[in-house]
């Protein structure tokens, strides 16, 4: 069993994501790119290539491209996007987060998810915050159809 398949661990992680979108998307933020933002975010290096200036912060924040988490990233991109409705979803129902519609559903966190978010002190949150910082300042101008297709085109390049 690793980390990744405990829904406290992932929805601890979405926690941080969503206080991170906060200032930047306060009407909420869509579940895509929620999943597209966790997804680099737990696994940067797969985004921030070697040559690319960022790569050594996040190597000193703790992040090894020969960890396991490495291997199969297709597979785990499935896994980590079959699982986000669900954890989204128990964020909803816990009251940590919630879930708007305005033409596209998008989530947010609640006054108690932000409070819940300030519990989630371990080393791990502080190494996943920059990782998030980095890939949301990466990825969030893009649009969705771009967005997409860097996604893929990472985890071709990471299969190479």
């Known amino acids: 069993m690793t980390p990744d ?8 992680r979405l926690l941080v994501l969503l206080h991170l979108l906060e200032p930047l998307d306060p009407e909420g933020t869509d579940a895509e790119r929620i999943g597209l933002y966790d997804f680099f975010a737990a696994h940067p290096l797969l985004l921030f290539r070697a040559g690319d200036p960022e790569r050594l912060n996040l190597r000193l924040s703790g992040f090894d491209d020969r960890a396991l988490a490495y291997a199969s990233p297709a597979q785990r991109f ?3 996007q079959q699982r986000l409705p ?16 305005d033409g596209r559903i998008r989530f947010r966190l609640t006054g108690a998810g932000r409070a819940a978010r300030r519990q989630v002190n371990a080393a791990y949150a502080v190494s996943y915050r920059t990782a998030a910082r980095a890939v949301v300042r990466r990825l969030r101008p893009l649009s969705g159809r771009r ?3 860097v996604a893929r085109l990472c985890l071709v390049e990471a299969t190479r």
């Open 5 to 12: 398949d405990v829904a406290a661990f992932r929805c601890a």
């Open 78 to 80: 499935v896994t980590a």
């Open 86 to 101: 669900g954890d989204l979803l128990l964020l909803v129902r816990s009251g940590l987060a919630e879930q708007r519609a």
């Open 147 to 149: 967005l997409r297709w």
